[in-house]
């Protein structure tokens, strides 16, 4: 098909949107260079055009910002992917394989949208699961040499199969209340969970399970055991999509990223931090401290710093926020990271938004921050890049995923049954380790559903035709789960997850390209006088045995400014009084760091409280046990309706502003 400007104009015409005409000029060009993906390019540009301008207007600036974005914003070995701009790979049961659909997606699609995001859910998994070893089907009506396997019964297929031991795999549904279910593509039927026994995991409504038990007389299936489908491995993945990259980038990518050995490390690193409060003195005084221990002389410059949110620790949606104080906080911003000229000049500075960030409704994927809104720091930082959330990002033979989401609170509080669960302390002194094996179940749980954010829709909605941008498949080499937890790390087969934590307490994570790994760092406090650290050196001879002993890692490049841990537990502070984790007066703050409006309101907090450390009443914080509080509450209920704000009593002031502005 020949492409002109006459008959792009027409496309634009008959949906109303007005044209200039340099800009349908470079579309023009931009089009018979890639005449394959020509169709899918003027429908993900059309539907831009009606989301993000007010004027349904074509403009150069925009076109060129949309096709720096549709394929994939790259600086130097760095490639990013926007969440809307990755293809929809699908897969067909019929002719078992995967194939790319190139039909134009809108943001609030039909109804029928919503039924094909969860057939498609299925099949990814159950696709995955046949050219499993554990579920294949035995041949000639014989057990294997291994002994009995778990083959897969579709549930149309237990009629007539009552007491008989079969495995299946389905969703989990409630569509009664207090009575679950177990559905496929072909049935449903009542599932009995009272004496099943449970594998590692999150179990939470409209996740995909694998149940083994048996059909009862009644016609409910009683399960004895209930696990998440298993992974499969990055490579057996990458064979079976033949040749598709559902990743969304344009440089190819491998198998395994490009290591060195720990002589041949380079230093580079890609680092990113969560919840950067701009608002908060003590964030902005952490996150300078970084860019300082970076600018050293003796340091290596990382090639990228990832800053996620939230960017402000009020909601940048609700009534006590306005647009103007947005814009002033990104204005700080930038001018911190003019203070660091190597900074500016050597590293890409790139934004993901948080849940609480400025924009319309609380829907999955979230659009980068509009551009209006970040003009201060683009002003001060020119190649500063906003990212959508999720954000992909492939380097040097690497594949990352970025998602900022409160996930555990979400998969804690919707969870159906509790996971086997180690024993704690109730007195605070396993909060790490407790906050640690919760983030290995969460890790477990968004791999094996091959999901981000596998929850009903009524808890978090997601736009129905782009739910595909959230998938985990085939396995990331690196996958960042910031949350507002305290910060952990895990590997779940060869994926390296971590939380690097809030900012405000000092840890960060960094991905070294050269090991393939992931590290967890943390801000140094600096040492005042000499006095406080002989304080110090005899507060670490009082510390009682301590329970993992693996070695510290440290940059030897900006040694007494990060510390890199090599296990998933945070370093404790030790209490000057008592020797033991210093959990109260982090409550205490971090309960009172919500009722500050501004910066020197905060700063002044902050001092009362270091004054009034000593008289804190510590007697809740010890008798509160941290696990029946995580799995008590659930999440308040959100919206399902897509491109419906989910509120209309205007507490949507600053999102409105925006898009006045816009």
């Given at each position: 098909?020949?492409?002109?400007?006459?008959?792009?104009?027409?496309?634009?015409?008959?949906?109303?949107?007005?044209?200039e005409?340099?800009?349908?000029k470079?579309?023009?060009?931009?089009?018979?260079?890639m005449?394959?993906?020509?169709?899918?390019?003027?429908?993900?540009?059309?539907?831009?055009?009606?989301?993000q301008?007010d004027?349904?207007?074509?403009?150069?600036?925009?076109?060129?910002?949309f096709?720096?974005?549709?394929?994939?914003?790259?600086?130097?070995?760095?490639?990013?992917?926007?969440?809307?701009?990755i293809?929809?790979?699908?897969?067909?049961?019929?002719?078992?394989?995967?194939?790319?659909?190139?039909?134009?997606?809108?943001?609030?699609?039909?109804?029928?949208?919503?039924?094909?995001?969860?057939?498609?859910?299925?099949?990814?998994?159950?696709?995955?699961?046949?050219?499993?070893a554990?579920?294949?089907?035995?041949?000639?009506?014989?057990?294997?040499?291994q002994?009995?396997?778990?083959?897969?019964?579709?549930?149309?297929?237990?009629?007539?199969?009552?007491?008989?031991?079969?495995?299946?795999?389905?969703?989990?549904?409630?569509?009664?209340?207090?009575?679950?279910?177990?559905?496929?593509?072909?049935?449903r039927?009542?599932?009995?969970?009272?004496v099943?026994?449970t594998?590692?995991?999150?179990?939470?409504?409209?996740?995909?399970?694998?149940?083994?038990?048996e059909?009862?007389?009644?016609?409910?299936?009683?399960?004895?055991?209930?696990?998440?489908?298993?992974?499969?491995?990055?490579?057996?993945?990458?064979?079976?999509?033949?040749?598709?990259?559902?990743?969304?980038?344009?440089?190819?990518?491998?198998?395994?990223?490009?290591?060195?050995?720990?002589?041949?490390?380079?230093?580079?690193?890609?680092?990113?931090?969560?919840?950067?409060?701009?608002?908060d003195?003590?964030?902005?005084?952490?996150l300078?401290?970084?860019f300082?221990?970076?600018?050293?002389?003796?340091?290596?410059?990382?090639?990228?710093?990832v800053?996620?949110?939230?960017?402000?620790?009020?909601?940048?949606?609700?009534?006590?926020?306005?647009?103007?104080?947005?814009?002033?906080?990104f204005?700080?911003?930038?001018?911190?990271?003019?203070?660091?000229?190597?900074?500016?000049?050597?590293?890409?500075?790139?934004?993901?938004?948080?849940?609480?960030d400025?924009?319309?409704g609380?829907?999955?994927?979230?659009?980068s921050?509009?551009?209006?809104?970040?003009?201060?720091?683009?002003q001060?930082?020119?190649?500063?890049?906003?990212?959508s959330?999720?954000?992909?990002?492939?380097?040097?033979?690497?594949?990352?995923?970025?998602?900022?989401?409160?996930?555990?609170?979400?998969?804690?509080?919707?969870?159906?049954?509790p996971?086997p669960?180690?024993?704690?302390?109730?007195?605070?002194?396993?909060?790490?380790?407790?906050?640690?094996?919760?983030?290995?179940?969460t890790c477990?749980?968004?791999?094996?559903?091959?999901?981000?954010c596998?929850?009903?829709?009524?808890?978090?909605p997601?736009?129905?035709?782009w739910?595909?941008?959230?998938?985990?498949?085939?396995?990331?080499?690196?996958?960042?789960?910031?949350?507002?937890?305290?910060?952990?790390?895990?590997?779940?087969?060869?994926?390296?997850?971590?939380?690097?934590?809030p900012?405000?307490?000092?840890?960060?994570?960094?991905?070294?390209?050269?090991?393939?790994?992931?590290?967890?760092?943390?801000?140094?406090?600096?040492?005042?006088?000499?006095?406080?650290?002989?304080?110090?050196?005899?507060?670490?001879?009082?510390?009682?045995?301590?329970?993992?002993?693996?070695?510290?890692?440290k940059?030897?490049?900006?040694?007494?400014?990060?510390?890199?841990q090599?296990?998933?537990?945070?370093?404790?502070?030790?209490?000057?009084?008592?020797?033991?984790?210093?959990?109260?007066e982090?409550?205490?703050?971090?309960?009172?760091?919500h009722?500050?409006?501004?910066?020197?309101?905060?700063?002044e907090?902050?001092?009362?409280?270091?004054?009034?450390?000593?008289d804190?009443?510590?007697?809740?914080?010890?008798?509160?046990?941290?696990?029946?509080?995580?799995?008590?509450?659930?999440?308040?209920?959100?919206t399902?309706?897509?491109g419906?704000?989910?509120?209309?009593?205007?507490?949507?002031?600053?999102?409105?502003?925006v898009?006045?502005?816009?």
């Amino acid at each position: 098909m020949s492409i002109s400007k006459v008959w792009l104009q027409k496309q634009f015409q008959s949906s109303g949107i007005q044209t200039e005409s340099a800009a349908l000029k470079l579309l023009a060009e931009r089009m018979q260079e890639m005449p394959n993906e020509s169709e899918d390019l003027l429908g993900s540009l059309l539907d831009d055009i009606e989301t993000q301008t007010d004027d349904r207007k074509l403009t150069l600036s925009f076109l060129k910002e949309f096709l720096d974005k549709s394929r994939g914003t790259s600086s130097g070995s760095v490639e990013l992917i926007d969440a809307f701009h990755i293809p929809l790979v699908q897969y067909d049961p019929i002719r078992h394989m995967f194939h790319l659909n190139t039909k134009g997606r809108r943001i609030v699609g039909d109804i029928k949208n919503k039924f094909q995001l969860y057939e498609d859910r299925f099949l990814m998994i159950q696709q995955r699961l046949k050219r499993n070893a554990m579920f294949r089907p035995t041949k000639w009506g014989r057990l294997s040499k291994q002994g009995d396997v778990a083959e897969l019964t579709e549930l149309k297929s237990l009629l007539g199969h009552e007491r008989e031991r079969k495995f299946v795999v389905g969703f989990l549904t409630k569509h009664d209340e207090g009575q679950y279910y177990i559905e496929d593509l072909s049935a449903r039927l009542p599932i009995d969970l009272t004496v099943c026994d449970t594998a590692d995991g999150l179990f939470t409504e409209n996740c995909v399970v694998v149940a083994e038990g048996e059909l009862m007389p009644g016609g409910d299936f009683r399960a004895i055991a209930l696990g998440l489908p298993p992974a499969e491995s990055r490579e057996e993945s990458i064979e079976a999509l033949q040749g598709h990259d559902l990743f969304g980038a344009t440089r190819p990518g491998s198998q395994e990223p490009e290591k060195k050995s720990e002589e041949e490390d380079d230093g580079d690193r890609i680092v990113f931090l969560s919840d950067v409060h701009l608002d908060d003195p003590k964030v902005l005084e952490n996150l300078d401290t970084i860019f300082e221990g970076y600018s050293l002389p003796e340091a290596t410059m990382p090639t990228a710093f990832v800053l996620m949110g939230n960017f402000q620790k009020t909601n940048a949606n609700g009534p006590r926020s306005t647009l103007s104080k947005i814009k002033d906080n990104f204005t700080i911003l930038g001018r911190l990271i003019a203070k660091h000229p190597a900074i500016l000049s050597n590293s890409d500075i790139i934004l993901v938004p948080g849940p609480q960030d400025i924009g319309i409704g609380n829907m999955l994927p979230q659009r980068s921050i509009p551009t209006s809104v970040a003009q201060g720091l683009l002003q001060h930082v020119p190649k500063a890049k906003l990212a959508s959330n999720p954000l992909r990002m492939r380097y040097r033979g690497s594949d990352l995923i970025f998602f900022r989401s409160n996930l555990q609170q979400l998969l804690r509080g919707l969870s159906i049954l509790p996971p086997p669960m180690p024993s704690f302390s109730e007195d605070g002194e396993d909060y790490m380790r407790h906050a640690a094996f919760f983030f290995d179940q969460t890790c477990s749980t968004v791999i094996q559903e091959s999901h981000l954010c596998p929850v009903p829709l009524d808890y978090q909605p997601i736009i129905w035709e782009w739910d595909h941008s959230l998938y985990i498949y085939p396995n990331p080499h690196g996958l960042i789960l910031a949350d507002s937890e305290p910060a952990a790390e895990c590997v779940f087969d060869t994926c390296h997850c971590l939380n690097p934590g809030p900012l405000a307490s000092g840890s960060f994570g960094a991905w070294n390209p050269s090991e393939g790994v992931m590290e967890l760092c943390h801000v140094n406090e600096p040492e005042e006088d000499d006095e406080e650290e002989d304080e110090e050196v005899v507060l670490e001879d009082t510390i009682p045995e301590a329970k993992d002993t693996r070695p510290v890692k440290k940059h030897a490049h900006i040694d007494g400014y990060f510390k890199a841990q090599e296990n998933s537990d945070v370093n404790e502070h030790v209490n000057e009084s008592q020797g033991t984790p210093d959990m109260e007066e982090d409550f205490v703050v971090r309960e009172d760091s919500h009722h500050k409006d501004d910066m020197m309101a905060a700063k002044e907090n902050t001092a009362s409280h270091q004054t009034d450390d000593n008289d804190v009443d510590t007697s809740q914080v010890e008798n509160d046990n941290p696990i029946l509080h995580d799995m008590g509450e659930r999440p308040p209920v959100k919206t399902n309706e897509p491109g419906v704000p989910p509120d209309s009593d205007g507490t949507h002031q600053a999102a409105d502003d925006v898009m006045d502005e816009m």
